[in-house]
């Protein structure tokens, strides 16, 4: 096997690259040749995808990519067992050499609004729309649109102190298919 397993996530204030593990209702990093854990925030995790930018950075699950046709970011895809862009299309080998790894969503949230358009929200009115419960807290889910033209979506918890209040989904799938991928991960956050 020639492909790198590793995976990253943050802990209150750095990133970690390592093993991911469990310990007890813990996530957990465990850089390599180090013997202790660290314990990282769940909704930071991501699997290194095997592939790098232009710069020779690393690509993980859950980078926002700059491309020439819009920002994305990276995910799982269990159906087809590949990572992929956010609107739906498989991340190709050859676009990933020409594309810029955007500031990380989870450190600058304002960087990747201000890139997209406003920050104005305008909440969902979609009933159709049903989110499982918040994994950690059990409140539910509010959704919005982002930006002008609604640019982007905001699942957000109602929930203040809840420990992952909203997650940022860049447009391009339609609003089931980004509740569809919230309530996954829901089920596998529990």
Same mark, same amino acid.
Do not use: H, S
């Given at each position: 096997m020639n492909r790198e #397993? @590793?995976?990253? !996530?943050?802990?209150?204030?750095?990133?970690? =690259? %390592?093993? @991911? !593990?469990? @310990? &007890?209702?813990?996530? +957990? #990093? +465990? &850089?390599?040749?180090? #013997? =202790?854990? =660290? /314990?990282?925030?769940?909704?930071?995790? %991501?699997?290194?995808?095997?592939?790098?930018?232009?710069?020779?950075?690393? /690509?993980?699950?859950?980078?926002? @990519? &700059?491309f020439r046709s819009g920002i994305y970011s990276v995910e799982w895809d269990n159906e087809h067992s590949k990572f992929l862009q956010r609107d739906g299309q498989f991340v190709a080998f050859v676009e990933c050499e020409n594309e810029e790894q955007a500031q990380e969503l989870f450190d600058n949230k304002e960087y990747f609004m201000n890139t997209i358009g406003s920050q104005k929200a305008e909440v969902c009115d979609n009933e159709e729309i049903e989110f499982i419960s918040m994994p950690l807290c059990g409140k539910k889910p509010v959704f919005e649109t982002w930006g002008s033209g609604g640019k982007m979506y905001m699942i957000k918890c109602k929930n203040p102190d809840c420990p992952v209040p909203e997650k940022g989904y860049p447009t391009g799938r339609i609003p089931e298919q980004v509740a569809d991928v919230w309530n996954r991960r829901a089920e596998n956050a529990v």
């Open positions: #397993i @590793l995976f990253r !996530g943050k802990t209150d204030d750095e990133w970690v =690259y %390592g093993d @991911l !593990g469990r @310990l &007890k209702n813990a996530i +957990t #990093i +465990t &850089k390599r040749n180090f #013997i =202790y854990p =660290y /314990i990282v925030m769940p909704e930071t995790v %991501g699997q290194f995808t095997g592939l790098t930018d232009k710069n020779d950075a690393k /690509i993980f699950e859950g980078d926002i @990519l &700059k």
